[in-house]
Nanobody, 132 residues
Framework: QVQLAESGGGLVQAGGSLRLSCTVS????????VGWFRQAPGKERGEFVG?????????YYTDSFSGRFTISSDNAKNTVYLRMSSLKPEDTAVYHC????????????????????????WGQGTLVTVSS
């Protein structure tokens, strides 16, 4: 069984930066990727930020997050990071990481949100609050 745990959230001023961590324990398949998602307060649907594949560290970002958000991994520590810069109040959300099996990874990389149906092993989330 795979467990994911996010950390690093907190309160940051607009324009600041923050790095979130997602530590993966248990047996994750090397063919899997890890994705970052966020759920903003009052919004009905979450957003897929992007992900990184364990095997080759290839990354994918949803267009709206490309540029300010960077995903990286440290396989020795079984940890995936989400570096966020130039933060805006609208980035306030609970950020989750989760496992993306190959079907999810392929679908998301094509911009197909059907990938949500294959996401598994969600972490509990970490709250990021950006003050204006």
């Amino acid at each position: 069984q795979v467990q994911l745990a996010e950390s690093g959230g907190g309160l940051v001023q607009a324009g600041g930066s923050l790095r979130l961590s997602c530590t993966v324990s248990g047996s994750a398949f090397s063919t899997d990727a890890v994705g970052w998602f966020r759920q903003a307060p009052g919004k009905e649907r979450g957003e897929f930020v992007g992900g990184i594949r364990w095997s080759d560290a290839s990354t994918y970002y949803t267009d709206s997050f490309s540029g300010r958000f960077t995903i990286s991994s440290d396989n020795a520590k079984n940890t995936v990071y989400l570096r966020m810069s130039s933060l805006k109040p609208e980035d306030t959300a609970v950020y989750h990481c989760a496992v993306l099996p190959p079907p999810a990874w392929s679908l998301f990389r094509r911009g197909d949100m059907e990938g949500w149906g294959y996401v598994r092993d969600w972490g509990q989330g970490t709250l990021v609050t950006v003050s204006s």
